[in-house]
């Protein structure tokens, strides 16, 4: 019969027999189930790393992380044995290594220049490394410079942290300063500095499964971050023109196929142009900043709105009829007059056209209601501004499914 596998205090390591006749069972001490544990898992997440590192060879990122993954797994499980890890001459270098090469990870991770500042902290790991490798004499030295590392590499890299701008900035700080704790503490504890006599398990391994929890969560911010970006006006707020166009053609295809109404409404702020001119950018940026503001609360969630481009604001309304049409946009309008600045006596008002499709009489696509509620928009601006005009189509337009255009 296999030995039963017990977790066990250190004092009772070892084959023990509580009961007579029963079968032998193998005690492992908890100082060694916990680095193992950890190496398991983190050289798992190295091998993770390392395949989609193989799908995208510019991701140098994650070829730093399989190396740090890997070294320290290994240095793990070399500090499984009872004796020091100094004493080994791969621990050593390990231990010189590891913090360059987190600190390397951080740094590529926050897309931070190599200048020659930072690389020269390169120099420490690679002017000790083939002392403490070669030279027996050198090796006791091990110790006191792996704790000038991790202090050289963990205070560089926290001081970057404080330095940036990033909404993950505090994010990345506390797990950068839980990893360099936990390795300062494994490594007083493995001198007899802290707690002299007791065999603690490391907390590096533990620490660094949290640092690689904390860094996946950034990873995750800046990946929605870029989203944003990529969709989302910086000035207003609301989606960009591509983003709306995309949506507002997704939301055409479903109002044809379900025979349902939509209508699309341009709007323009009036006279933009003067409030640049006499107030300045700053001012004319704040009218369209508040502005999108105001569009998005007036909307209701199942309708599209974005920033065609300048002034020019664009609405798609679902399922809707030519009155329910316009007090939509006369509710938008109603919003954007509230918009008031500082030292600005001047109202802010705006025009609106408004384009309907009928989806189980008409066929078209965007840009023809585009064009449509944009030529509705300039007769809006020809007869005095601040109102909205519904488009007028002559006789062509289809009124029952016996006259409906493909188009």
């Not at 989609?52 to 994650?62: E, H, K, V």
């Not at 509230?338 to 109202?347: F, N």
Request: aromatic share 6%.
């Amino acid at each position: 019969m296999l030995p039963h596998l017990l977790l066990a205090p250190p004092a009772a390591a070892g084959l023990a027999e509580p009961f007579p006749g029963s079968p032998p069972r193998l005690q492992l001490p908890v100082e060694l189930l916990v680095p193992g544990a950890s190496a398991v898992a983190i050289a798992t997440l190295g091998l993770v790393a390392l395949l989609f590192w193989a799908r995208d060879r510019s991701r140098t990122d994650l070829l730093l992380y399989t190396l740090l993954a890997s070294g320290l797994a290994t240095f793990l499980v070399l500090g499984l044995r009872s004796a020091p890890s100094g004493d080994s001459p791969a621990a050593a270098a390990l231990g010189l290594l590891l913090p360059a090469l987190a600190w390397l990870l951080l740094v590529r991770f926050l897309d931070l220049p190599l200048r020659r500042g930072r690389l020269s902290l390169l120099a420490l790991p690679a002017v000790a490394l083939p002392f403490v490798v070669a030279l027996p004499s050198a090796r006791a030295l091990a110790a006191p410079m792996e704790a000038v590392a991790l202090v050289v590499f963990g205070g560089a890299a926290l001081l970057d942290l404080v330095r940036l701008h990033r909404p993950d900035a505090a994010l990345l700080f506390a797990a950068t300063a839980v990893l360099l704790l936990a390795a300062l503490f494994d490594a007083a504890a493995a001198k007899g500095v802290l707690l002299p006599g007791e065999r603690l398990p490391p907390l590096l391994g533990p620490a660094f499964l949290l640092f690689t929890a904390l860094l996946l969560v950034a990873v995750a911010d800046q990946g929605r971050r870029l989203v944003e970006k990529a969709t989302i006006d910086a000035l207003t707020g609301l989606p960009n023109r591509a983003t709306f166009l995309e949506r507002a053609r997704r939301e055409l295809d479903r109002a044809q196929r379900n025979g349902s109404s939509v209508a699309l409404a341009m709007l323009d702020v009036d006279h933009f142009k003067r409030f640049n001119d006499r107030y300045g950018h700053p001012a004319g940026d704040r009218v369209l900043k508040d502005a999108g503001r105001a569009v998005a609360s007036a909307v209701r969630g199942i309708d599209l709105a974005g920033r065609y481009g300048g002034e020019e604001l664009v609405l798609l309304l679902v399922d809707v009829d030519a009155e329910a049409a316009l007090a939509a946009v006369e509710r938008v309008r109603a919003a954007i007059a509230e918009v008031r600045l500082p030292h600005v006596p001047d109202a802010v008002t705006a025009s609106a056209g408004v384009a309907l499709h009928h989806g189980a009489f008409d066929r078209c696509g965007v840009a023809d209601l585009i064009r449509r509620a944009d030529a509705a928009l300039y007769r809006s601006k020809a007869e005095g501004r601040d109102r909205t005009t519904l488009e007028t189509r002559g006789p062509e337009r289809p009124t029952s499914p016996a006259e409906v255009r493909y188009r």
